[in-house]
């Protein structure tokens, strides 16, 4: 019977390695799928600058919705702070202004 404990015991303990092992892997996998669908942050766009970038394009808050692929009413919403402007919005609109766009340009993308 001493023989057959000892089987035992190698075998949990080997078991129990095992389990170890398996669990860094996970672990290592996780940070590697974080790693690969990372996302550069985009800083979140003020009400102010909301309003200022549509000046700048020369579009109202009513045409802005037309021109951005919004609802009128979302583009009331981010103008007045309702709601936080969306990321690709605000990727849109710096870019926009960065390069100089003009109304007519952001309506033919």
Do not use: F, W
């Not at 009513?62 to 990727?91: F, M, T, W």
Request: hydrophobic share 40%; aromatic share 2%; proline share 3%.
């Amino acid at each position: 019977m001493t023989i057959l404990h000892g089987q035992i015991a190698a075998l949990k303990a080997q078991h129990d390695e095992l389990a170890k092992l398996k669990a860094e892997r996970d672990a290592l996998r996780s940070q590697l799928a974080k790693a690969r669908h990372h996302k550069k942050p985009c800083k979140q766009m003020s009400t102010e600058e909301y309003r200022a970038a549509l000046d700048k394009l020369g579009l109202s808050i009513v045409a802005s919705a037309e021109h951005l692929g919004l609802s009128h009413r979302q583009s009331q919403r981010y103008a007045n702070g309702i709601s936080p402007v969306a990321d690709p919005v605000a990727k849109l609109l710096r870019l926009a202004i960065r390069n100089g766009l003009n109304a007519k340009d952001l309506k033919a993308i």
